[in-house]
């Protein structure tokens, strides 16, 4: 698979906020609202694009990329690029979330070098940890918000 990054559109930003995922990834779902259209549009996201141009998924970077309740416990306190990803869910389950992943990740090394990267998941997704895992991440931290538990990795 073929993938590039390219600036979030509003016409981009508006298709990944109908995207929706199957139980129990609906967590991930967003509502279609101008708030999350302007946090997609004014905020460090990035499409992912096929080599047809089509929309595979996108990453974010900095603050958009964390759960908020995890500052509040002060779990985001050592210095690291947050980094947050969502692929288009008709594409999930289908071999493609390493390629995918190790593009965003190789794209956000170049541009970060010599830097910590960290990533929140939700405890159940399983396949997530397993890939961030194998590309060498470890769990730093665990926390609880709103009935759910979060897994915070970090990579050096």
Known sequence: MELRACPMTKELAED???????????LYNNEYTE???????????????????????????GDAAIVPAGITLGLYREPAVDIGIGMNPALTGKGNRKIFFSFILDVVMKTFLRTAFRLTAAAFNERAIKLY????????????????????????
Do not use: R, S
């Open 16 to 26: 990944i906020l109908c995207w929706e995922y199957p139980p129990p990834y609906d």
């Open 133 to 156: 895992m194998n590309a060498g991440f470890q769990k730093a931290d665990v926390f609880n918000h709103d009935g759910e538990t979060f897994i915070i990795m970090l990579k050096y």
């Open 35 to 61: 708030d999350a259209l302007k946090e997609l549009m004014e905020n460090l996201y990035e499409a992912i694009l096929d080599g047809n141009g089509t929309l595979t998924g996108f990453y974010c970077l």
